[in-house]
T-cell receptor, first 109, second 118 residues
Framework: GQNIDQPTEMTATEGAIVQINCTYQ??????LFWYQQHAGEAPTFLSY??LDGLEEKGRFSSFLSRSKGYSYLLLKELQMKDSASYLC??????????WGAGTKLIIKP | SAVISQKPSRDICQRGTSLTIQCQVD?????MFWYRQQPGQSLTLIAT?????????ESGFVIDKFPISRPNLTFSTLTVSNMSPEDSSIYLC???????????????FGPGTRLLVL
């Protein structure tokens, strides 16, 4: 079966750095997405990786290793507004998105 | 990018009734999807809305319960039929832009419809 694993919840301190990991086992691979979702709101796109390596976008970076079936989202200089759920999703061989359960990130002052 | 709107944004409905949710996209999209999300949980795909043909439903979802229309490239509706309290959830519409448009790989989401069935 297809499976996306990410931690259920993480806690970090304002101003610090946090890394949210995602491992996947899917039938084929056509890209990995990270979305941010604040409570009560729709998911918003953060990043897309289809090749191995690091993609940097401001305070957020996303890394992919296809051989290991592994990605992480790195958030730097954490702000209180970064408190949200972070969803990892993989596009499989049918170009369908397989969603992880999400990681709830709690930022403390 | 694409801007997706949904209406209603929320509703409270009686058991046994039906509700139709509308989704409008400001750009032409290839694929449109309908998701359901329970509070604190991830997204569950209900179906892919196909233009001019029947939607493609995921396991556990059927057309009689969740009829879907997509008359053109920018509009779709989802009906939740014969509702029960178990249908209380957030329903999200999403779309993927046509090839050649900026951000074509990305799935964009509407703001969601919060449904409570009593």
């Amino acid at each position: 079966g297809q499976n996306i694993d990410q931690p259920t919840e993480m806690t970090a301190t304002e101003g610090a750095i946090v890394q949210i990991n995602c491992t996947y086992q899917t039938s084929g691979f056509n890209g990995l997405f990270w979305y941010q979702q604040h409570a009560g709101e729709a998911p918003t796109f953060l990043s897309y990786n289809v090749l191995d390596g690091l993609e940097e976008k401001g305070r957020f970076s996303s890394f992919l290793s296809r051989s290991k079936g592994y990605s992480y989202l790195l958030l730097k200089e954490l702000q209180m507004k970064d408190s949200a759920s972070y969803l990892c999703a993989v596009k499989d061989s049918n170009y369908q998105l397989i969603w992880g359960a999400g990681t709830k990130l709690i930022i403390k002052p | 990018s694409a801007v997706i709107s949904q209406k209603p944004s929320r509703d409270i409905c009686q058991r046994g009734t039906s509700l139709t949710i509308q989704c409008q996209v400001d750009s032409q999209v290839t694929m449109m999807f309908w998701y359901r999300q329970q509070p604190g949980q991830s997204l569950t795909l209900i179906a892919t809305a196909n233009q001019g043909s029947e939607a493609t439903y995921e396991s556990g979802f059927v057309i009689d319960k969740f009829p879907i229309s997509r008359p053109n490239l920018t509009f779709s509706t989802l009906t939740v039929s014969n509702m029960s309290p178990e249908d209380s959830s957030i329903y999200l519409c999403s779309g993927v832009l046509l090839p050649g448009l900026e951000g074509q790989e990305t799935q964009y989401f509407g703001p969601g419809t919060r449904l409570l069935v009593l």
